[in-house]
């Protein structure tokens, strides 16, 4: 089991331990258990495809690209015009089909085969730091890679996470949201990130929304020190 890392000393306890904060959030809301993909490229480009759009139109997006294409190495051989027309109902095609092909002509460059599973035995940061190196690859897609492809405890802090997060005192409001995926995974068990990152999701779509949050509804109002919550 990996060693968890020590928090840092400049940022305050939060009012819950991460393990409060799970329980009453599943109470809340349930959750579905993990179920790993066991497909890491498959969750690379996903990532990619998900970024400023909703998961349903992402999701339509990963559909017809798998449609359009037989394999990855399909994908790199065909026109970007093709690509950008699969993926087109994820927004900013132009944009993200060069990305994706960029993405997917290092990987196979540095893995013809295609195979990502030696991300598994590696130890986190370097499992990170390889993914990061990748094109277009920041620590929340090396996140998501790694929890929902490899069952791995990286914690990816979306724009929910780190919303909620930052209303509930768990890192500074101005923290920048790379640094928060250290400081806030440092602070939970490896068995606890799953949890964390779902429950934390579903709080901010439901309930701590960016504008109107429902805080009259809210199952932390109680101790919640509502920052920036107008």
């Not at 399909?74 to 092909?101: C, F, M, N, Y």
């Amino acid at each position: 089991m990996p060693a968890k890392r020590a928090p840092r000393p400049d940022i305050a306890p939060p009012a819950w331990s991460p393990g409060e904060l799970i329980a009453i959030l599943d109470e809340a809301y349930g959750r579905a258990p993990q179920q790993a993909s066991h497909e890491p490229v498959f969750e690379l480009v996903l990532t990619l495809l998900s970024q400023h759009t909703s998961d349903l139109n992402s999701g339509v997006a990963m559909h017809r690209l798998w449609e359009a294409f037989p394999s990855w190495d399909a994908v790199l051989s065909a026109p970007i015009e093709a690509v950008e027309d699969a993926i087109r109902p994820g927004g900013l095609a132009p944009t993200k089909s060069r990305r994706l092909q960029a993405l997917l002509t290092e990987v196979r460059e540095r893995r013809p085969d295609w195979d990502l599973e030696f991300l598994r035995d590696l130890p986190l940061d370097e499992a990170k730091a390889w993914l990061t190196s990748l094109p277009g690859v920041g620590p929340k897609t090396a996140a998501c890679v790694l929890l929902f492809a490899l069952e791995r405890p990286a914690l990816p802090v979306d724009t929910h996470v780190e919303r909620v997060s930052k209303r509930l005192g768990l890192v500074p409001p101005k923290m920048p949201a790379d640094k928060a995926h250290d400081v806030l995974e440092a602070m939970l068990e490896p068995e606890q990130v799953y949890a964390f990152h779902v429950d934390l999701i579903q709080h901010g779509r439901r309930t701590c929304h960016a504008r109107g949050p429902k805080c009259d509804a809210c199952p932390l109002e109680s101790r919640c020190p509502k920052v920036g919550v107008g």
